[in-house]
Each structure stands twice: as C-alpha cells, then as structure tokens.
C-alpha cells in the first residue's frame, strides 16, 4: 500500500479515536473507530472501493502491525504474575511488606522508588512495578488510579534519562542519522539536565506522594478509594482473596521469579546486543551491546526463563501440581487479553496515521515551513512533538521522525540551543506518549495497576498537562535567556509546585463548603 499525504486529515483518525473514548469510556470501539476512519481517508484519498477498500486495509494494516513477541512477553508475564499469586507468594510478601511499610505515604514512596530502579525497560517497568506494589497499595486503599499514575510516570520518564536503557539506545540511533554529534552517548546525556517534563514528572510524583495534594479526577478516586476496599479484580488484576492460594506460599516464592526476571532481562539484552560471541567486536562492551539489543525478543527470554524458575520453585515443593501449574499459566494469560487487544488496536491506528496518512511527512512540513526564530523553538518544538506523540501513541516515532528535522534547523539558527532543542523533542515525545490512551505504556501501565484504562487516562491527564504546561515555560525561558539552566528550572519548579499547591487548595476549600 502506497503512502497518501492526507495533511490535515491524517490527525483526524487519533482525534476521533481518542474524543470518543474519553466522551463514551469504552476504548475497543474507540480505537476501532479511529483505525475505519482513517482508512476511509485512506480509500476515499486513493480512489479505493469505500466499503471493502476501508476494511482491507484495515485489516492488512492489522496484520502488519502486530509485534507478536510483545504479545507474547505480556502473555507470559501474566502468567507469571497470576502463578505468584496462585503459589501464595504475592499475599505472603504484602504481609510482610506491611510490617516495614507503614502508612499510605511510604507505600507510594516505595512504588515510586522501585519504577525509578526498574530503568532498562518502560514494559518491562509497568507490568513488575504494579505486580510487587498492587497489593501493598491495597492494603492501604490506594486507588488502583494512583497507582497507575505513579508506575505510568516513572517508566517512560525515567527510561528517557537514563543513558543504559532501550530508550538511549532508540535516541542514540536517530543523533546518528544526523551527523552533528561526535558522541550520541555524550549528547544524550547532555540532555538529561534539560528534560524538564521528565524530571519534573518524577519530582511531581514524589511531591504527591509526600503530600497527598491530590486534585482533579484523581482526588475524587483517591476519596472514594479511602471510602472502601480497593477493588482487586479490576481490569488487569487478580483478587487474592477469591484466588485459592497455598498459605504455605513465602516472601521469596514471589521476589526470586522477579529477581530472575530482572537478571534474565540483562542478560538476554546484552545477548541480543551482540555482547557474547558477535561478530561485530565493538559491541563486546556492555553499553553498546544494550545499544544494539532488541528489547522486545530479550523481554521474552526474561519472562521465559522467569516461568522455568517458578516451575521449579513451586511443583517440587508441592505449592501447585504441574497441572494446576499449567492451568494457572493459561488463566494468567487470559488476564492479559484487554491489554493485549487494545495494544494491537493502537499499533494499527498509528500504523495508518504513519504509515499510510503520512502524519510524519505533514508534521515535517509544518516544522519547516513555520519560519519560527531560534528564540522559541524550544518550545515550539517541544508542543510539536507532543502532539504528534499523542496523535501517534509513541514516542520512539515521534523522536525518529523531529530529530534529523530539527537537529540541522537549529544549527543554522543558533548553534547554542541545539542541546536544549534537542531535550525540547525528547520531552515533548514522553509527554504526548505518557499520556495518549492509545499509548502501549499507558495501556500497559492500566493492565499492570489492574485500573479500567479510561480511568487510568481521564485520572492522569490533569497531571500531565500541568508537567507539560510547567515544562513548556521552562522551554519558553530557556530560548529567551540564550539557554540558561537554573533560569530555566526556577520557572518550571514554581509554576508547577504553585499551580499544584493552588488547585489542592482551592478543590480542599470547595469541598468543605459543599
């Protein structure tokens, strides 16, 4: 199928997809919707047969998109997540976690903390964050929202500053593609300090969690969470109470089949990266075998080899029979199916936007025909990005496609700004991707909290459009100041703390008068 420069129309698909499910909360139909009218687009723009024109090439789009090893690492990680819950290890380690952590506060704390540790991967973070933390957060009626949000907001936020990560890796390929920087490595780290929607994300988490200054949509779940039990069977979840779990189950029946997880991770990423017996010496190293790895086949060793550990912890020691293993197996991966239908339903609407609308090339006119001054093409850049990432579900593309685009634009204009527009693109990215429903780490982020995704999304997006807001004035500041660093931050830190103080405020005062 031939590309079509739709222009305009080819962000119409995302923006009914996305309008109509937060307006009805059902996001199959949604996406579903989205994918049909962009391909309509498509065979009206091509001179196709309407009807069967827009459903094989919806379909033909389908078949394309699909990244079966992801399918098959989030199936294979249910498993592994119900299988622990079955052994009795999940309930075992909320017990003891519960006699370490004690109160509301530290439990958040701590699901912060282990999304910040778990760095190499955003999937791999989004699904074991909410497996360890889920019934932690339970305990202490936490909204399956909030803990959403927090495993949401330190994944991709914390994959895009951390230079050994997937995330380095897929920036480092496209500073290559521009020819600019002597180190991809040296120029993705120089942009760390400028990543302001990503590390003011992160402080804003953590502000949260310190304060509970709760607002919006997600104060209100917060309250009714406070009000009565959690529910733990929510979209994604297993309830440990109607589960028939072995009370002989431990601590360690849950934290080695993750700890084996995490070690089979690296390992499986430095083997996929050429790190053992590659032909290629130069990536015998560490960091550029991580660079040079596939995550999403290394994330299906990980899980496999998480499942043979759990098989040979739990069957010879009686928890579970080989049969009730294998029965659980499936059951976990049933739990997985929403997610798994929303994440190939997203892929093929971005794969028409893409793909066959050509949103990218559209996007790439718009950069480079708005004659925009080197004063604010920080943020300039950093709006257009996160539009195109929301539009599309990804940040990977988004990147891939603004970065030889802006990289030489800002050269010519003004050389000095070049770090600053380049973190501008990377934050943009993260912003539209953490927040977009049709997003894989949003999608997954709801799965791995057990939180209905529209919840999930309606919860988090205030959240995100403040960090955005703040992030953007610290953009603004730094292109008017000639790139000054702690100018930059002061602005962002102030409206984004005082806007956030200022709305708790006035909702806590709205409340006691109602």
């Known amino acids: 199928m031939e590309p079509y420069a739709a222009e305009w129309w080819s962000i119409v698909p995302p923006i009914v997809a996305i309008g109509l499910a937060l307006l009805t909360k059902e996001v199959f139909s949604s996406l579903l919707v989205g994918i049909f009218t962009g391909t309509l687009i498509y065979a009206v723009g091509t001179d196709a047969n309407i009807v069967m024109g827009t459903l094989e090439t919806a379909f033909t789009m389908m078949a394309k998109k699909v990244d079966f090893n992801i399918l098959i690492f989030c199936s294979l990680l249910g498993a592994l997540v119900y299988l622990i819950s079955l052994s009795g290890g999940t309930v075992a380690y909320g017990k003891a976690s519960t006699k370490v952590i004690r109160g509301r506060r530290s439990s958040l704390a701590a699901t912060g903390g282990l999304g910040i540790a778990i760095f190499i991967d955003d999937y791999f973070n989004c699904l074991t964050v909410g497996t ?20 949401d907001s330190t994944a991709a936020p914390v994959c895009i500053i951390a230079p050994i990560s997937s995330w380095a890796a897929a920036v480092g390929s496209s500073l290559k593609d521009t020819g600019v920087f002597e180190s991809e490595l040296g120029a993705f780290v120089a942009t760390i300090p400028w990543n302001f929607y990503a590390i003011f994300s992160l402080l804003l988490v953590f502000f949260l969690c310190c304060t509970d200054f709760d607002f919006g949509p997600m104060r209100r779940a917060e309250e009714q969470a406070s009000r009565q039990r959690v529910d733990a069977t929510a979209s994604g979840g297993t309830s440990d109470d109607k589960l028939k779990y072995n009370p002989n189950g431990t601590t360690w029946d849950m934290l080695v089949p993750l700890g084996a997880l995490i070690v089979f991770a690296v390992m499986a990423l430095m083997y996929t990266g050429g790190y053992w017996g590659g032909a290629d010496a130069k990536y015998h190293t560490f960091m550029a075998a991580i660079g040079n790895s596939s995550a999403s086949i290394s994330l299906v060793f990980a899980s496999f080899g998480a499942l043979i550990v759990a098989l040979l912890m739990y069957v010879p020691r009686k928890l579970m029979t080989f049969a009730q293993f294998a029965e659980g197996s499936v059951e976990g991966m049933k739990l997985m199916l929403p997610a798994n239908i929303i994440l190939i339903l997203a892929w093929t609407l971005s794969g028409v936007c893409r793909d066959l609308l050509s949103a990218p090339q559209f996007m790439q006119h718009v950069v480079t025909s708005s004659g925009m001054g080197a004063m604010f093409l920080p943020v300039i850049v950093f709006a257009i990005a996160a539009f195109l990432a929301f539009s599309m579900g990804t940040a990977w593309g988004t990147f891939g496609i603004l970065i030889p685009i802006v990289v030489p634009i800002v050269e010519v204009l003004d050389p000095s700004l070049t770090v600053v527009v380049l973190s501008a693109t990377l934050a943009g990215s993260v912003f539209g991707d953490h927040c977009s429903p049709i997003s894989d780490t949003t999608i997954l982020s709801s799965a791995g909290a ?25 953009y603004l500041v730094a292109g008017v100041s000639g790139g000054s660093l702690w100018m930059s931050w002061l602005a962002t830190a102030v409206v984004l703390f005082g806007v956030t103080i200022f709305l708790h405020v006035k909702e806590g005062r709205s409340a006691a008068k109602a």
Not at 132 to 151: E, G, H, N, Q
Not at 450 to 474: D, F, K
């Open 132 to 151: 360890v933390m889920r019934p932690i957060t339970d305990a202490y009626k936490i909204s399956r929202a909030k803990l959403a949000y927090i495993i």
């Open 450 to 474: 057990g939180c209905a995704h529209i919840e999930h999304v309606s919860t988090q997006l205030p959240y995100a459009l403040l960090v955005a807001g703040s992030a953007g004035v610290g």
